[in-house]
């Protein structure tokens, strides 16, 4: 009788919960890349956004550097609130790295995606005036590095090939997440052939993407392939413990209200409804950059951003040591 009623709780709620209680997942590293080890314990986070070619910045401080490497933020379409990608940008700068968070958007419906690179790159070129001015913390342009997310991403795929032409420094690090236009088309290069081949580029999807899917990110990996140090990396939701692990379009969102630019949109009102900041974001998003800009900048953790390797595509271990389902790598041919 006791076999036949365990057997019955777990055909009705597909798991047995026993008393220490489910799987909780990983916490944040406390070293190495997406860990918690930060040179700076403060951000001063300063507001050029009023137009739709306008930008935030975010400048590492507690102690303020004299210099910092340069990584401009694109967010998704309607994302022009920095709090929603707050927490990535925050560990990005309290580890030593200014970041540009350009509007490129008036509102939801103006202007056109035709416009987001040429906003875009003039946020970017104001941002680096402003940065070259007395007290603030003096930009490297050596190594910039562009992340991007759903729409961003299209942006920073278009200007990591055409940069001479908005004049803006050359992007040396690219990382697309769930990068997509979704029913818009506005915006895409006809071909991705001419990504030059001295980037470092790793794009990311998800399994649940509903949103934009894996076209355009297939679309970039298959088409650069000048590019030798490119993967794609796939992205799947885990339920073994609690809360579970999603795998939808916005696993990027990583809400931190200390940057609220006070907007309230479609994109702000669901970050603050669904945003979570979990293992996806310490051993996947955070941990990739990280790991991208160390290889790039000084030739180091190149194995946990490239090649497939259990560094790259572990997510880590729930608390009862389970490893969370792994990153998927697709490598060039």
């Known amino acids: 009788m006791m076999i036949y009623t365990l057997f019955s709780f777990v055909f009705f709620f597909g798991k047995i919960v026993f ?14 890349p997406g860990g918690t080890t930060y040179n700076h314990q403060s951000v001063i986070f300063r507001d050029f956004a ?9 400048e590492p401080a507690d102690p303020k550097p004299d210099s910092a490497h340069v990584v401009v933020f ?4 309607g994302g022009y609130n920095p709090m929603i990608y707050g927490k990535w940008i925050r560990h990005l700068v309290q580890q030593g790295n200014i970041v540009i968070y350009p509007r490129y958007q008036e509102n939801l419906l103006s202007p056109g995606p035709n416009k987001f690179a040429e906003n875009t790159a003039t946020a970017i070129r104001d941002a680096l005036v402003e940065l070259r001015k007395d007290g603030h913390v003096k930009p490297v342009t050596s190594h910039v590095a562009m992340v991007g997310h759903s729409y961003g991403g299209v942006i920073a795929a278009g200007l990591a090939i055409q940069f001479e032409q908005f004049e803006i420094p050359q992007p040396k690090v690219l990382m697309l997440c769930s990068p997509g236009t979704g029913k818009l088309n506005g915006g895409r290069l006809e071909s991705y052939a001419e990504m030059p081949a001295n980037i470092s580029l790793l794009i990311t999807v998800s399994e649940d993407d509903w949103v934009v899917g894996d076209e355009f990110a297939l679309k970039v990996f298959n088409e650069a392939t000048g590019v030798q140090q490119r993967n794609l990396l796939r992205q799947f939701a885990d339920a073994h413990g609690e809360p579970p692990i999603e795998a939808h379009h916005n696993q990027p969102y990583s809400l931190d209200t200390a940057f609220d630019s006070g907007v309230r949109n479609y994109s702000a009102k669901k970050a603050l409804r669904i945003s979570t900041i979990d ?8 941990k990739l950059f990280d790991a991208m800009l160390a290889c ?16 790259q595509t572990s997510l ?3 608390s009862d040591s389970v490893p969370v389902k792994p990153l998927e790598a697709t490598l060039p041919q």
């Open 19 to 32: 008393p220490g209680g489910p799987a909780t997942q990983p916490q944040q590293p406390l070293t190495g």
């Open 50 to 58: 009023a137009k739709a070619d306008g930008y935030w910045l975010f």
């Open 74 to 77: 694109l967010h998704g379409y």
């Open 279 to 286: 293992a996806v974001d310490y051993y996947g998003y955070w």
């Open 296 to 311: 790039n900048r000084q030739g180091e953790l190149c194995n946990y951003a490239f090649g497939g390797t259990p560094e």
């Open 316 to 318: 880590g271990l729930w």
